[in-house]
Each structure stands twice: as structure tokens, then as C-alpha cells.
């Protein structure tokens, strides 16, 4: 088993580049990683640290390939008691819904039982061209967390 994985969901594929980007580095930190684009419920070893990172589409809505897992979180309600989640929102702060996608991913997410570790960092797309940056930035201090825990 991974020691973190990376889950995403991505309509143009922003949230993957980040993702796949922060696997790398924490691999290069020792870390084993699995990354998984869109992922269901079934796909996901009920315990662990995941790290969830997200964009936002529409009005606040979840890339069509998460929202499966957010349906089967809110619908399953199933026991993640052993999971512990770092989390990740990319959006643009034009919106009022600005990265409300990772914020529903987290409401479900500790509904059943997660822990989360860290604050969440939301990515305004207006600010950052290349994403990556401020993840991996926030990567830093996070993964000093994970060990503290």
C-alpha cells in the first residue's frame, strides 16, 4: 500500500498536472505514492492518508470524474475512520463558488469519520498560471504535518 494517495478530478486536466507533480515530490521526500484520476469509492483502500486535490467547474460543481466518488461518499456513507486527507482546490475566484468542489469533497469526506490534516489550500487560477507552484509550496508544510500526527 501507497503511503499517500493522490486523488484528482479535473475537467481540462489542471488538478491532474498538480497531482502527478506532488506524487513526484513526494516520492523524492521518501514517500511511496498512487495516484488515481478520478477514482470510485471501489477503487480506494479505506484507510491511509489520501490527498485529495480538485477543480472547479460550473456553479460549484465537481469534474464529472469525481463526482461518482462524491456520490457514492454521500450515498455509502461508508467508514473512514483510518483514512487522514490533506486537501486541494483549484478555481478562480471570479466565481462566488469559488473551489466549492474540494469544500464538498471535505464536508463528505470527514461526515465519514476522515481526519483532516493541515488547512486546505484553494489555488485562485487568476493568480497562479502554473499551479503546481503554490501546491508544491504548500506541499512543504503539509507533509511536516504528517509526521507530527
Given at each position: 500500500?501507497?503511503?499517500i ?7 481540462l ?15 523524492d521526500?521518501?514517500f ?20 485529495v486535490?480538485?477543480?472547479?467547474h ?7 470524474n ?5 456520490d ?26 469559488f ?17 483532516k490534516?493541515g ?14 507552484d ?14 507530527n500526527?
Open positions: 500500500m501507497a503511503d494517495t493522490l486523488i484528482s478530478g479535473s475537467t486536466g489542471g488538478a491532474e498536472y498538480v497531482a502527478e507533480h506532488l506524487a513526484e515530490k513526494l516520492e521526500a521518501g511511496s505514492t498512487e495516484t488515481l484520476h478520478g477514482p470510485l469509492l471501489e477503487d480506494l483502500t479505506l484507510q491511509g492518508t489520501w490527498l486535490v480538485s477543480s472547479t460550473g456553479a460549484g460543481d465537481l469534474p464529472e469525481l463526482q461518482p466518488l462524491l457514492d461518499l454521500n450515498e455509502q456513507k461508508p467508514d473512514l475512520s483510518q483514512v487522514r486527507f490533506g486537501a486541494i482546490g483549484i478555481g478562480s475566484r471570479e466565481y462566488d463558488t473551489c466549492q468542489a474540494i469544500e464538498k469533497l471535505e464536508a463528505s469526506l470527514t461526515t465519514c469519520g476522515a481526519k490534516i488547512e486546505t489550500l484553494k489555488i485562485n487560477i487568476l493568480d497562479h498560471d502554473i499551479p503546481e503554490p501546491a508544491e509550496e504548500w506541499l512543504g508544510s503539509w507533509k511536516n504535518l504528517l509526521n500526527d
